[in-house]
Every structure is written in structure tokens, then in C-alpha cells.
């Protein structure tokens, strides 16, 4: 796994850009997010095709968290909710959501719990429902592995890129 920065021409952050040859390399990014998060929480957008490692991200960074439980894809229920070292823990897969009119029903107040780590699949469908991003990453093909494109919005997923290097 290997990173580099790119300057974004918008002033913003540098994008780092981690090459990730197969899964494994995948699952390592998402533990290396868990020791970076040091307690705090983060609300970080998941880009990709399908197929692109986003859940496999997911549940390895859950994972490394200590969920202490099976940790499930959100494909059909929507939204997972998992107590990761004491705090709330959201994993949602906005797939099959065809209009963000559709989130109402789910309850998402408690995505915007501070300590909260929430992980949102496919947001771009959910756009105006869900509390603004700290980090997003897209995650793409690149031969046979993939490549992750991680960028900070905030402060909070600025210090999380900054211990992760």
C-alpha cells in the first residue's frame, strides 16, 4: 500500500492517493483509519463502483474497532448501527434509495451525534439528508487492485489524514 499527495486546483487539502494491490490492502487502509480516529468521531462519504472495496473498508475499520458483533452490509437494511469502543457506529448503503425523501423514515438524527462514526455508501443519493463529510474517499479500479483517493473537508478529517500518514 502505497501513498502519495496530489494538490487539488480548488486551494482545498491535498488528495492522498493510496494504491491498493488486493483486498488485503483494502482491509489494512480501513485499520489504519481505526488507529487514527484516536476516540473521535468522523463522518467520511464512501465513493466507487460497485464492486469497488467500500464495504470491505467498512468492515475492516469497524472491525479494528471492536464491534463486538457480525458486522453486516447495509445493502438491504439501509443502515447498521454497531457501539465501536463505547461510541455509536453507523455503516449506510444508500444504493437502492432512488430519492433522499426516502431517509425520513430512518431516523438518521443520531448521524450527528459528535462522537459519532458514521460510514455512508453511495451519499451522492442522499444528499441534503445526511450531516456534511470530514473525510471522502473514492475508491476506483486500477488494473487489478484499486486505488483510494482520500480527502479531508474538515478539520476533524484533516487530523485523522495527518495521524494516518
Not at 4 to 18: F, Y
Amino acid at each position: 500500500m502505497t501513498e502519495r499527495s496530489v494538490e487539488h486546483a480548488s486551494g482545498h487539502d491535498p488528495a492522498r492517493i493510496r494504491n491498493l494491490p488486493d483486498e488485503a490492502a483494502t482491509a489494512a487502509l480501513g485499520q489504519c483509519f481505526a488507529q487514527a480516529l484516536q476516540g473521535g468521531g468522523l463522518v467520511v462519504y464512501l465513493h466507487g463502483e460497485l464492486g469497488a472495496g467500500k464495504t470491505s473498508f467498512a468492515r475492516a475499520l469497524l472491525g479494528a474497532l471492536d464491534v463486538g458483533e457480525r458486522i453486516k452490509s447495509p445493502t438491504y437494511s439501509l443502515v447498521e448501527g454497531y457501539r465501536a469502543q463505547g461510541r455509536p457506529a453507523w455503516h449506510l448503503d444508500l444504493y437502492r434509495i432512488a430519492d433522499p425523501g426516502e431517509l425520513e423514515w430512518l431516523g438518521l438524527d443520531a448521524l450527528s451525534d459528535p462522537l459519532a462514526l458514521v460510514l455512508v455508501e453511495w451519499p451522492e443519493r442522499g444528499r441534503g439528508a445526511l450531516p456534511a463529510p470530514d473525510l471522502v474517499i473514492d475508491l476506483a479500479y486500477a488494473g487489478s487492485g484499486r486505488q483510494a483517493v482520500l480527502r479531508a473537508l474538515s478539520g476533524r478529517g484533516r487530523s485523522v489524514l495527518d495521524r494516518l500518514a
